[in-house]
């Protein structure tokens, strides 16, 4: 899975970088690319839920195989896209089915236990990272060749069509290697058994569908498979989970916050080049991908405690963006963005594992599709914020990014004793 998790992005990150150059060089104006480019963002926040309640219904399997293909296709088609219109029509199934991360991490959950799931995912987070640090390297060469947009599209189509072939290829079993972890589980809070009888109750309902598939006509079919996905939805909604995905909304909006104008603030306040920002980002980016190997010896440190290491990362999260926004040289920027890197990659993967330590296996693939729900709303919401905030200063949209950072450790310890007993997070019993 790791492997696959790499080629994914560095297929994309090939392709991404040159979107906007192509799509100009088409003659669409910069309010048509604006359009097409939320018109992505806006599907990617729709569909996200949807798809991964169905990664929960139709097993992980079929649902990680169509949507590689579908995306396959989607990058297929933009390598054939020229015009405007088909360059519109490519993006439609990659908006809707590249969720392919999302379902990878479902099945990562699946497959190893509670304790080892903040390790396993930082891995596989860095695997994908080390691809989005090398892809538009080698996108940028194709560049500079005759047709190399559709070169690229052509080599990231290939890409994933060879990541069916791996996924295809993946020993897979019906029973959850996980479940060995029944006997040393913790107990339940409320939250978890709540959604746990709710989980259960979409088993009892998706087994009725199973059953009816050989007798029923498909129709029928995918009529009960969507009645569990908006029912498992509803089930979500009505959770206690709510403050789960704030907290995830704030931190990414700050974040997003951060790098919104970081090469411009740059430029403005201390005159760095933008070949030095460059080069900055890539140093950040790779530190980034690095920290995924010193999870497993901070989750030991911390006795795999995953909520207090959320809240500890968070608040250096935060304190590391004041000290971007107040420094006064280019050092005490690169001193921040060190350490932010780690920071961000810690508290990504922490509130990824809390997510699915409360969903359990049962909905892993529904909670991470909502968690990617409200992060999509978060890369909404960002460029509006940082618009308003660089009309004041162009520390502006970094310091509104600590603002909500603070409101979110707030939040986070409001509700520390609905997660933490003696000194453990209270994850779902397996």
């Not at 360059?87 to 190893?112: C, E, M, N």
């Not at 050989?214 to 939805?233: C, E, G, N």
């Amino acid at each position: 899975l790791f492997l696959p998790a790499f080629q994914d992005l560095f297929g994309v990150s090939m392709v991404v970088p040159l979107l906007n150059l192509h799509i100009r060089s088409l003659g669409a104006s910069p309010t048509v690319a604006g359009i097409i480019g939320s018109l992505y963002g806006i599907m990617q926040l729709f569909s996200s839920t949807f798809v991964g309640c169905w990664s929960d219904i139709v097993g992980r399997q079929y649902s990680l195989l169509a949507c590689i293909l579908l995306s396959a296709l989607g990058y297929f088609l933009l390598g054939t896209s020229t015009t405007i219109f088909l360059f519109a029509i490519s993006r439609v199934p990659v908006g809707i089915f590249k969720h392919t991360l999302s379902i990878s991490k479902a099945l990562l959950s699946d497959l190893v236990s509670e304790q080892d799931r903040p390790l396993v995912i930082g891995r596989f987070n860095t695997a994908s990272s080390v691809g989005f640090i090398l892809g538009p390297v080698v996108g940028g060469y194709f560049t500079e060749l005759e047709g190399g947009f559709y070169i690229s599209s052509f080599i990231c189509a290939s890409i994933f069509i060879l990541n069916a072939g791996l996924v295809w290829m993946l020993p897979w079993r019906e029973e959850n290697t996980s479940s060995s972890e029944h006997a040393q589980g913790t107990k339940s809070n409320k939250v978890s058994e709540n959604f746990s009888a709710k989980a259960n109750s979409d088993l009892r309902f998706q087994s009725v569908a199973t059953g009816s598939v050989t007798s029923d006509s498909p129709f029928q079919s995918s009529w009960i498979q969507t009645a569990v996905m908006l029912k498992r939805i509803k089930d979500i909604a009505c959770s206690d989970l709510w403050d789960i995905f704030l907290v995830r909304l704030l931190m990414s909006i700050a974040i997003l916050l951060y790098h919104s104008n970081f090469g411009l603030a740059l430029e403005e306040r201390f005159g760095v080049k933008p070949k030095v920002t460059g080069y900055l980002i890539s140093y950040s980016s790779t530190l980034g991908a690095l920290a995924g190997f010193l999870l497993e010896p901070i989750t030991r440190l911390y006795q795999h405690n995953t909520y207090t290491l959320l809240l500890h990362s968070s608040i250096l999260t935060c304190t590391l963006i004041l000290l971007y926004t107040s420094a006064l040289n280019i050092w005490t920027v690169i001193l921040s963005s060190t350490f932010l890197a780690f920071s961000t990659t810690v508290g990504r993967t922490c509130i990824i594992d809390l997510e699915l330590g409360f969903g359990g296996n049962q909905a892993s693939g529904a909670i991470l599709g909502v968690g990617q729900s409200v992060t999509s709303v978060g890369r909404i919401m960002a460029p509006l914020l940082s618009g308003i905030a660089q009309e004041f200063s162009p520390c502006g949209p970094p310091s509104v990014g600590v603002g909500l950072a603070l409101v979110a450790i707030l939040l986070m310890n409001m509700n520390k004793p609905k997660y933490c007993g003696n000194g453990k997070v209270r994850l779902k019993t397996q």
